[in-house]
Nanobody, 118 residues
Framework: QVQLVESGGGSAQAGGSLRLSCAAS??????MGWFRQAPGTEREGVAT???????AYADSVKGRFTISKDNVKNTLYLQMNSLKPEDTAIYYC??????????????WGQGTQVTVSS
């Protein structure tokens, strides 16, 4: 099993930046990723990274967000630049064996709030 603890959320102005962190302990899974959920909407995938370093992004964040992982610290990051009000959501870190099924077969952190004002 794995324990995931997110940090780094907060408030930012549109056009600003935030960096989220997710400290993982316990079992190391092949895939880690970020998801988000805004009020009244379904949870959506933001970005994933596997043990080979391959990344994938939602179209809505491509070119603005960067996912990375420090394997020594076992910490996942999400650098968010050029933030938009529609990025406002609770952001969740997840870990699991396969990126293709991470949303269904992953372990989850408690979430961290990101609020972007215009």
């Amino acid at each position: 099993q794995v324990q995931l603890v997110e940090s780094g959320g907060g408030s930012a102005q549109a056009g600003g930046s935030l960096r989220l962190s997710c400290a993982a302990s316990g079992y190391t899974y092949n895939c880690m990723g970020w998801f988000r959920q805004a009020p009244g909407t379904e949870r959506e995938g933001v970005a994933t990274i596997d043990s080979a370093g391959s990344t994938a992004y939602a179209d809505s964040v491509k070119g603005r967000f960067t996912i990375s992982k420090d394997n020594v610290k076992n910490t996942l990051y999400l650098q968010m630049n050029s933030l938009k009000p529609e990025d406002t959501a609770i952001y969740y870190c997840a870990a699991g064996p396969y990126c293709s099924s991470l949303s269904r077969r992953g372990y989850w952190g408690q979430g961290t709030q990101v609020t972007v004002s215009s």
